[in-house]
């Protein structure tokens, strides 16, 4: 016991009152009509717009030993003319679909997503193309222009998204008002938490790096805050704490727990 002291040491410990403003919460309290909706979906169009999409059949060579001499003859019989019927029969086994759906470039690999979307014409054929997952030969079936939904299908995406749009507005303005009143009435959080709907909570025994917590209290940033000398002598409340560009706290320290050995009973 005497010798190894920090195996049996309590932490530092800290007690403090926080308010925590979050972007979730505030999605809660967003209302919003049809015609705010509309409105909304006229003025964003771009963040609705459907890339271009591409159907296909495909010829898949997965990758293995004998990848290499599988290409080789797949070139071969792509040179010859053969038909692409005949090539789906000769080199796709039953476990693969030869059948693409619709896909957007970015559902493919760089190589292939550039060969597939660079065909003019339905029936264009790919040259071979060779990525670190195997080879593949594409026979182009249908596009699907870039097109943006009507509204009415897609009504429910536009209300989270103007949802979200709404809520970043406010949130923003709250953080300002949360760091003017804690600010303005340094030893007190009661004021801020009227004025932003928000409800004072209480954190005991918070040692550092105690991941354990629930957020935000396990999150490094506050620990640190609660831990500043400043923030735990003072008696003040601390600064705003972004926790991201989704959350943000203020908090005030009123009790602070050195850390100590325990007494030889206590551990014996």
């Given at each position: 016991?005497?010798?190894?002291?920090?195996?049996?040491?309590?932490?530092?410990?800290?007690?403090?009152?926080?308010?925590?403003?979050?972007?979730?919460?505030?999605?809660?309290?967003?209302?919003?009509?049809?015609?705010?909706?509309?409105?909304?979906?006229?003025?964003h169009q771009?963040?609705?717009?459907?890339?271009?999409?591409?159907?296909?059949?495909?010829?898949?060579?997965?990758?293995?030993?004998?990848?290499?001499?599988?290409?080789?003859?797949?070139?071969?019989?792509?040179?010859?003319?053969?038909?692409?019927?005949?090539?789906?029969?000769?080199?796709?086994?039953?476990?693969?679909?030869?059948?693409?759906?619709?896909?957007?470039?970015?559902?493919?690999?760089?190589?292939?997503?550039?060969?597939?979307?660079?065909?003019?014409?339905?029936?264009?054929?790919?040259?071979?193309?060779?990525?670190?997952?195997?080879?593949?030969v594409f026979?182009?079936?249908?596009?699907?222009?870039?097109?943006?939904?009507?509204?009415?299908?897609?009504?429910?995406?536009?209300?989270?998204?103007?949802?979200?749009?709404?809520?970043?507005?406010?949130?923003a303005k709250?953080?300002?008002?949360?760091?003017?009143?804690?600010?303005?009435?340094?030893?007190?959080?009661?004021?801020?938490?009227?004025?932003?709907?928000?409800?004072?909570?209480?954190?005991?025994?918070?040692?550092?790096?105690?991941?354990?917590?629930?957020?935000?209290?396990?999150?490094?940033?506050?620990?640190?805050?609660?831990?500043?000398?400043?923030?735990?002598?003072?008696?003040?409340?601390?600064?705003?704490?972004?926790?991201?560009?989704?959350?943000?706290?203020?908090?005030?320290?009123?009790?602070?727990?050195?850390?100590?050995?325990?007494?030889?009973?206590?551990?014996?």
């Amino acid at each position: 016991y005497k010798a190894h002291p920090d195996e049996f040491k309590t932490p530092a410990k800290v007690d403090f009152t926080y308010l925590i403003l979050t972007l979730d919460d505030l999605k809660k309290t967003v209302k919003y009509t049809d015609e705010q909706l509309e409105e909304y979906y006229n003025l964003h169009q771009d963040e609705f717009q459907l890339p271009e999409q591409r159907e296909a059949t495909q010829i898949v060579l997965k990758a293995g030993d004998n990848l290499n001499a599988e290409v080789e003859k797949l070139k071969q019989d792509l040179a010859s003319g053969m038909e692409f019927s005949r090539l789906l029969a000769k080199y796709n086994t039953t476990s693969q679909n030869s059948h693409t759906g619709l896909l957007a470039k970015s559902m493919l690999s760089p190589a292939a997503g550039i060969a597939l979307f660079n065909l003019q014409n339905k029936g264009d054929i790919t040259d071979v193309i060779v990525d670190e997952t195997g080879a593949y030969v594409f026979k182009l079936e249908r596009v699907v222009p870039a097109n943006i939904p009507e509204f009415a299908k897609i009504k429910g995406e536009v209300a989270d998204k103007y949802t979200n749009s709404e809520a970043r507005n406010i949130f923003a303005k709250e953080v300002n008002t949360l760091s003017d009143l804690t600010f303005e009435n340094p030893d007190s959080l009661e004021t801020a938490a009227k004025a932003l709907n928000l409800e004072v909570m209480n954190a005991k025994d918070v040692a550092y790096g105690d991941e354990t917590l629930k957020f935000p209290l396990n999150v490094q940033e506050v620990q640190k805050t609660a831990f500043n000398e400043n923030n735990r002598t003072s008696g003040n409340n601390s600064n705003v704490v972004n926790l991201g560009d989704e959350a943000a706290c203020v908090l005030n320290v009123s009790k602070y727990t050195e850390a100590k050995v325990q007494a030889f009973e206590e551990v014996k």
